[in-house]
């Protein structure tokens, strides 16, 4: 019986992906490089590998110019945790992260060039884990400095996602300020939301480092990454104790958490289900009972391999195409015709009003 | 609605017809059966059962020894197309089929059933037989698995691999021990003797690749407890969860294809480990030694024997015994696409497919599956995609789009008009153009909503630009049409 309870309040999953963004670039902005490189390496030390993790970060820190000790990124202020690591994998790097491609990644709607380490490969009964961290605002989050994304197209980005089944459950952090306002529009069932401040509040960053000379990172976060590290592959915590993490008196901020799309009790939900990859595995008991003296079938691939005749260079390439492609739609702009037509109507209209003798003052 | 037609023929040997049959043999009789899968969806089942009795060479097959041997030799006499069952009723007192054994299902497509006394009974065991032969109302549910309510199907009912138009099997050799153990193993060898039988049959469902790698000083990421009475080590069974992280991200994949990946690992454990059995739920040690993840693959523990001297020379050299291994990971294959054995009626006898892998009526069940999974995810994609182009109404569709659009309408109607007559092989290849064209319809990197604005975003660029600007326009136009109304006025105001 006991079984059968703890079965049922188990998810369903069985595989895990995260997608972590940071949308932030130049240097003062290390703290939101150092708060997505931490989650990346709880979410690797917990189990999930390189091939399910989407890392975007929207500039480089560890190698910046301006980073007095290269090849690193810490952070704690006594440079005690260096969440760079030695094996971290990039998959969208600095001009690359923009809201198009983010969108892209999460809908699936993406060239086929694209290798696949910047896919987003899930099926409907992967859990994922988004996380985003920046700047943001009153319903938008500001990537590069030059675009935004707002709640409005995340909610339905996650509904595109939905109607294709790519997600089993959705986990979504947010470390901006005014975070909470990014997860109110969502629609979309089996979606839990964190965020690290309400709308209306700013997120504050942690000690600045007196080395290095900028915030290293954001108190959401960094009270996260403490909180991640005692949580190891078969831990029992909960999402309860998630929802705990930071209150008002070391955060400053009030994190906010959404639940009621969620369709399990958030008692129930561990956070090895959303950071770490814990497997369902069952027990062999069956085998195939072989013929061991039959001969091995003749391997038909060489004989394939060379039946092939080399391809020529411009047949590969469809140059005609490529020559005469339209160029990409860009944004919809008036027509010359009407900014022109709206001039000469301005100027006719001066210049009946306030009588033609007026032309002289003008040339 | 779709409605799955399943092709039968009962035959029934001399001596074999119950008594209370009503119409003489040969006739024609039809079984439908809803499965509800929810409360808008549901699929009709419909056996189209032909009666007759044997023919002169029916019977003389059926005079043989055994019941394999009865069923080679029925097997050139039947219908053999994909989807069609014949059943076989034989006296009760026949000794074909062994004491306490009422059904054979034999290799092909066809099985052998006793005759049970009365017509009831006899259906009953009919309906029985093609239940497990061609599909059940929960394999249709389990393929039906997003539109079935939460709740309804348990978690592990969804756990057979999705239907994709092709798989990558990647078989890895795991050594953590390199300075003890040099393994060799004939994995070419083993893939075309054993392997690709399995998959040519598979050929039909999608396409397969297979790959293989050795990886070294690749360690599971849990210790092993050493167990005193039987001088072992052991992995409990809750630990194996965690086994397969560390060495996951080690695996690797080809960057080229975007099918799903199955994994089989061949672990040889370190010296010190040595021998390594895994433990099931209740303690004892599992006798195939290996474990798989439901969408993921399996692995398998080889253990090496200890050699006989301990002064032997390391490192040991190990030949792998191949057949040993593709026993296990074939199973392992079958149990991962959802071919089950299970859950048979003790009082079956099911015949063992050989190398073939598959018997011929488990292909069936899987094209059952996948054809009606293809149907669902087609009209799915389908719906939602309609869904998007209403909600922004300015979504330019470019022709090639539109026309994989029309290709998937026509290839699902196709697959259901194809159904509907039994024809599953053809059904299944409709429903597999139909979930190409539709799925490179819906991610087609032009329908980013992204790219469109809508009206009401339009209006708040524009409006604060214009406006001001529009104010005196506006107010010098309405004077201009002031003025020129009392110029009209002022000729006949002079008089």
Redesign the interface.
Known sequence: FQDQAE?FF???H??NWAVLVCTSRFWFNYRHVANTLSVYRSV?RL?????HIVLMLADDMACNPRNPKPATVFSHKNMELNVYGDDVEVDYRSYEVT??NF??VL?????PST???K?L?S???SNILIYMTGHGGNGFLKFQDSEEITNV?LA?AFE?MW???RYNELLFIIDTCQGASMYERFYSPNIMALASSQVGEDSLSHQPDLGIGVHLMDRYTFYVLEFLEEIH??SQTNMNDLFQVCPKSLCVSTPGHRTDLF?RDPQNVLITDFF?????????????????D????E?KFPEEELATEPLKYAEQLPVAQIIHQKPK?K??H?PGGFILGLWA??IM??F??YGIKHMKHVF | QVRLVVPMAVVFAPGSVPGDLRKPLPFRDVQEMEISVNLRTSVTSRYEMRYRSTTAQEEAALAAATAREADAALYPLQDTTLGSLTMYVVPDTSSLLPQGINVYVGKHRSALVRAGGSLAALQARLREVTQVMSFTASSIAAALSDRVPDGQLSPDARRNLKSSLGYEITFSLLNPDPKSHTVDWDIEGAVNRFVKPVLDKLSLVANFSVDSQILYYAVLGVTPRYDKESSSFFLSAHSLPHVINPVEARLGSSAASLYPVLNFLLYVPERSHSPLYIQDKDGAPVSTNAFHSPRWGGIMVYNVEAPASPQASLPLHVDVDMARVMEVFLAQLRLLFGLSREEVPPEFLLESPGNEGLADWELDHLLWAHTVENIATVSTTLTSLAQLLDKIGNIVIKDDVASEVYRAVASVQSAVTELSLGHLLAAFQASKEAVTSSERAFFDPSLLHLLYFPDDQKFAIYIPLFLPMAVPILLSLAKIVRETRLRKKEPTKMD
């Open positions: 079965q188990r998810s369903g069985t595989n690797k189990g999930i590998p390189d091939s809201v198009e969108l892209r809908t699936g709607r993406i060239p290798p696949r380490s896919r490969l099926d409907d009964r197209e339905d595109q109607q294709k089944r592959p078969a369709q770490g990859s814990v497997r369902k595995v069952e027990i062999t008991t069956e085998t195939l009972s072989l013929d061991r039959v001969a091995g079938l391997s739609q944004d919809w008036p109507l301005i209209v001066f009946k009003t």
